[in-house]
């Protein structure tokens, strides 16, 4: 066969699998026999293949047994769907309104048909098309929004800027999380980065691409090139992929907009990394058959071995990423059996001639990198969409594949002869167990030894009265006041005389005629003291009573110890099960899982992040868009295995153990170091990140020049606005702080008087003391008592830090210099009282301020001090404005004032566990906010009017989304953690819901939104301006709201 012969085969074989894909999708069948007679009756025309499964479905509407097909030539399509299940949803067209239907899908398939014809672009590159633009149009959108945008770069380069030797992060242009989950997988794999690196184009079309690949794949290596070099050395947190997913998007045109599955793009890409290394390898071949590094790293083959209505049949094809099930499995294992296994294959390994239809896989050769899709997406026939399976789904760090090699085809076919029989055996003990410990015939069951135990109990119960209705009171007044009855029928005592229960004696009502008495357990004052617990029989002897508790003993001992016997040989069973395949000759081809792709949401909208293995740190990587953090493997189950909240494993990357090429470094070869950074990459890509970084230095010391001129200028003008001093003076001029000292006497400043000139009279209580002996007496009378106020036990509603900095500071233990001063600063008030005995004693405190020398007291420690002080009033009006608000219902306008009292106060903390107030109730508080804030836009969603839809929404993007990453930032919060499940799963819910279009629009717009897991800080409006209050009025409110607030728990603010 000439080459140019098996060029048009294979482009014949890719073009009848394109028209399979299409013909599954419309139809829902998933029989590739069916599949391939449709097309082969049809000569390749979709709208007729259409009919005949239409027709075909209509006359069998349910075939007795699945069919399984054969594969008539070696396929050379990567990506069939091989070991899937056959889906028994097909879709039903043979309604009323069939010939409609069948009308409108032969015109898109003839539609789609002539595209492909005429552009040689298929239905599933356009659909990347789709996201692709949207993504672009996403990014330039932002630029011209007119609120305030929530997903810019921090302005400050040094936020942004690298950290030592931590991976690089990519940046998420609009609904691009797909893209950056695969590229760093992709990436961190070594070999490939080295491929990519170093690729280089053919040197025959570097000046004119001669077809639409090459003029699409090697625009696409260059930028995939320059974005692994920045990614390799770049001095920046994270890179803008927007000139690659650019190209991408230029390549095909279109004007819808979806969020790009995974799955999807990565068979893309890697088709189109295929093509640009195979012109690359057809050039530089020398009479060999050339070799694609990208087909040897990522495809490898497999065996299909089967019968078909008796006949058998055996065909070696090639495969990429690996399809799997999830549904009704458990752990991978089960997964991968079910694809290798389909149909009764009893006839594939006997010599009769039977009827029966089924085949095996083989693999014949593994890739170095194995990748397994998971089908976590089904279609739902009643809803007309797609939902996400949510099942737990275990996987290993290390997979053994030796049990599905062709090469060990017998071993394992008796080991699954083994483990048929063990779980038949199996299932009859659990159906035995399931009797023992669901014993009845109606609707309860219980355990049988629990009845026996019953019981046992029932016999053994003394009787006190004859009859359980005939031992109550008849007689009794209602209250409870028991009349005089008969000895004999009367078991309850009257209540005693204090019983507080009792009705007064003046309101006893008038008697009543006789009625049935009914006892009531939560409305009557007391319980008949001798009711017997549990009923009792009637009537037993001593001897009935023995002979019963021995059979009964007897029996449950015997139902015990056949309960223990049946679960001890389901252990064994299942314990021979697991180490089936545990021998050393079944262990010898190891994977190790190297990335797992997660996605968070539901099938129409959701978010993706992947964890990569770090082999030379020995830890889990966790890659979300532009952060990249440091996990582990229990995280990494939580996220991926299903179950638990809306995330799961979407793609597992496996890489074969036994070859390091894949993660070996780079040595140089003179010295036999490591290389890394720039000294990695070639002179080109060394010159392009060169400049990259280059521009991100100019712009760090553009923004430290322009802080540098804007410190300049606020030093400059609070230099301006002290005052200036009389006589030339090398001290420092004082300025009391603004809570110490106001310019006119405000209650603050009249309080903190009241407590100085209390300070003097007890100080100057001798006569003829001179104004320094009373000062420094009133020195220490303050101090006392501030002391004692620092040291009291208050309730948790009190602060007495709110009422004097020194208190503040004694807790923080400050310096004993900056307490002096603070306290002589107190003393040195101008607003201090008009008799001659308090201004003498001003102007003595002022002399002694002037006195002190600059280095006696560090002026710029001081002032810190003060400013901590500041700091955690402010804090504390944040919170009490925001608590009271919060407790009237005033979600929107409380919230800001919550986020900013827990940014603020968190951090204080961090200098001082004292420093500010309890993070858990500031926490708890800002959680309850959000997540009111998310019920009440949820509720206004579910409207359906516009204007409260949009109002729901606004509440939603400009208020809650922002807030999100403040609450996953510290993942050990998990009741934070735990919130933003909630509200993201209050929105998802809706997608299973019927809506009207315009609200499914701008769901599906909103929720990547929303389920973004990025914990990058995003940019907030202004802090609301804080009113001014005196301290006696701030202790006050304070005290008031934190006295009106309830918890679950005593607040503790540490003090």
């Not at 209509?58 to 075939?63: C, R, W």
């Not at 280089?200 to 090459?214: C, F, G, H, I, W």
């Not at 991926?640 to 597992?652: E, I, M, T, V, W």
């Not at 002391?787 to 004694?810: G, K, M």
Request: aromatic share 8%; glycine share 4%; with cysteine.
């Amino acid at each position: 066969m000439t080459v140019e012969q098996n060029v048009l085969q294979q482009h014949s074989q890719k073009h009848q699998q394109t028209l399979l894909n299409q013909l599954r999708e419309v139809t829902g069948t998933t029989d590739l026999q069916l599949l391939q007679q449709a097309l082969q009756v049809s000569n390749g025309d979709l709208a007729e293949a259409v009919a005949f499964l239409t027709e075909k479905n209509a006359k069998v509407p349910q075939q007795d047994e699945a069919t399984y097909y054969q594969t008539a030539q070696i396929g050379n399509d990567r990506y069939i769907s091989v070991g899937s299940q056959a889906d028994t949803n097909v879709i039903d067209l043979t309604g009323d309104d069939k010939d409609d239907l069948q009308r409108a899908i032969a015109l898109s398939l003839e539609e789609s048909n002539r595209a492909f014809r005429e552009t040689g672009i298929t239905d599933e590159e356009q659909a990347i098309s789709r996201v692709l633009e949207a993504s672009i149009a996403e990014t330039k959108a932002s630029l011209t929004r007119s609120h305030p945008e929530v997903w810019s770069d921090s302005p400050n380069p040094h936020d942004r800027k690298r950290q030592d030797s931590c991976p690089v992060g990519l940046k998420n242009v609009g609904n691009t999380c797909w893209f950056s989950a695969v590229i760093q997988s992709l990436f961190n794999l070594l070999e490939f980065q080295r491929l990519v690196l170093h690729y280089s184009p053919p040197a025959r079309v570097q000046d004119l691409p001669r077809n639409q690949k090459e003029h699409r794949n090697l625009p696409f290596m260059q930028e995939l090139r320059h974005l692994f070099s920045l990614m390799v050395g770049s001095r920046r947190k994270y890179v803008d992929p927007s000139k690659a997913v650019e190209i991408l998007k230029d390549a095909f045109k279109s004007s819808e907009s979806q969020q790009q599955d995974v799955s999807e793009f990565t068979h893309k890409l890697l088709d189109w990394l295929e093509d640009a290394f195979q012109m690359k390898a057809e050039e530089d071949r020398e009479g060999e058959k050339p070799k694609n590094p990208m087909v040897e790293l990522f495809y490898g083959r497999f065996l299909a071995v089967g019968v078909l209505e008796g006949k058998k049949f055996e065909n070696t094809e090639t495969f990429g990423q690996y399809p799997l099930q999830v549904n009704g499995f458990k752990d991978l294992h089960e997964c991968l059996e079910a694809a290798m296994v389909e149909g009764e294959i009893e006839s594939l390994h006997s010599a009769e001639n039977s009827a029966k239809s089924g085949q095996e896989h083989w693999f014949t050769e593994l890739p170095p990198v194995l990748t397994f899709e998971l089908s976590r997406f089904e279609f739902n026939q009643a809803l007309g969409r797609p939902e996400k399976i949510h099942n737990k789904l275990e996987f290993p760090p290390i997979l053994y594949m030796d049990r599905y090699m062709d090469r060990n085809r017998d071993i394992t076919r008796i080991k699954r002869e083994e483990i048929r029989r063990l779980k038949e055996h199996l299932t009859v003990l659990q159906q035995r167990l399931e009797r023992y410990l669901s014993y009845g015939s109606g609707p309860k069951r219980f355990p049988l030894a629990d009845v026996l135990q019953y019981a046992m109990e029932f016999a053994s119960s003394k009787p006190v009265c004859t009859s359980p209705v005939e031992d109550i009171d008849t007689s009794a007044p209602p209250g409870g006041t028991t009349a005089q009855v008969p000895p004999a029928l009367s078991c309850v005592e009257p209540p005693p005389a204090g019983d507080v229960s009792a009705p007064q004696q003046q309101h006893q009502p008038p008697p009543q005629p006789p009625r049935v008495p009914v006892h009531k357990p939560f409305t009557q004052s007391r319980v008949p003291p001798d009711l017997p617990m549990h009923p009792a029989p009637r009537h037993i002897t001593e001897e009935e009573l023995r002979v019963l508790e021995a059979c009964l003993h007897r029996w449950r001992s015997e139902v015990e110890n056949d309960t223990r016997d049946l679960q001890g040989s389901i252990s064994r069973i299942h314990r021979t099960i697991e180490l089936m395949y545990s021998d050393k000759s079944m262990m010898q081809v190891p994977y190790r899982l190297h990335a797992v792709l997660v996605h968070e949401g539901q099938a129409s909208a959701g978010h993706y992040w992947a964890y990569i293995y770090d082999p030379h740190h020995c830890c889990w990587m966790k890659y979300n868009d532009v952060s990249v953090t440091k996990s582990s493997w229990e995280e990494l189950v939580r996220d991926s295995f299903g179950g638990y909240r809306n995330a799961s494993a979407y793609c597992l990357m496996y890489i074969n153990d036994k070859t390091p090429f894949l993660m070996e470094e780079e040595f140089d070869k003179e010295t036999g170091q490591v290389l890394s950074g720039l000294d990695k990459l070639p002179s080109d890509l060394k010159e392009f990140v060169r400049g990259d970084n280059e521009m991100f230095q100019r712009e760090l010391e553009e923004w430290d020049t322009m802080q540098a001129c804007k410190a300049q200028q606020d030093k400059m003008a609070a230099a301006a606005a002290r005052p200036v001093s009389a006589e030339p003076s090398t001290m420092v001029p004082h300025q009391d702080p603004e809570y110490m000292e106001q310019p006119s006497p405000p209650h603050d400043s009249k309080h903190l008087q009241e407590d100085t000139e209390r300070a003097i009279c007890t100080a100057s209580a001798q006569d003829q003391r001179s104004p320094e002996t009373v000062l420094s007496a009133a020195l220490k009378v303050e101090y006392t008592r501030l002391v004692r106020l620092a040291q009291e036990d208050t309730p948790t509603h009190s602060d007495h830090r709110l009422q004097h900095v020194i208190v503040y500071f004694i807790q923080n233990r400050a310096p004993k210099k900056i307490l002096e001063r603070t306290l002589l600063t107190q003393f040195a008030d101008r607003n201090l009282g008009f008799d001659e005995r308090c201004k003498s004693i001003m102007k003595v405190a002022r002399a002694k301020l002037d006195l002190i020398k600059p280095d006696e007291v560090n002026m710029e420690e001081y002032e810190m001090w003060h400013r901590d002080y500041r700091n955690f009033r402010e804090t504390t009006v944040f919170l009490m404005i925001g608590l009271e608000l919060f407790q009237k219902k005033s979600y929107v306008e409380a919230l800001m004032y919550l986020i900013y009292s827990y940014q603020y106060n968190k951090e204080l903390l961090t200098k001082g566990p004292y420093r500010g107030h309890d993070e858990e109730l500031i926490g708890h508080y800002r959680r309850e906010c959000l997540l009111r804030l998310n019920e009440h836009a949820a509720a206004l969603f579910e409207t359906g009017e516009d204007p409260e839809v949009n109002d729901g929404l606004t509440i939603m993007n400009e208020l809650v989304v922002p807030c999100l990453p403040l609450l996953l930032l510290d993942e050990t919060e998990e009741k934070d953690t735990v919130a933003v499940e909630d509200m993201r799963n209050r929105w998802c819910s809706y997608l299973g819901q019927e809506m009207e279009p315009r609200l499914q629009e701008k769901l599906t717009d909103f929720l990547p939104k929303l389920l973004d897991c990025s914990t990058e800080i995003k940019s907030f409006a202004e802090p609301p301006k804080l009113p001014s209050y005196s301290s006696l009025e701030l202790c006050e409110r304070f005290s008031q709201v934190m006295a009106s607030i309830t918890l679950d728990r005593t607040p503790a603010d540490g003090r």
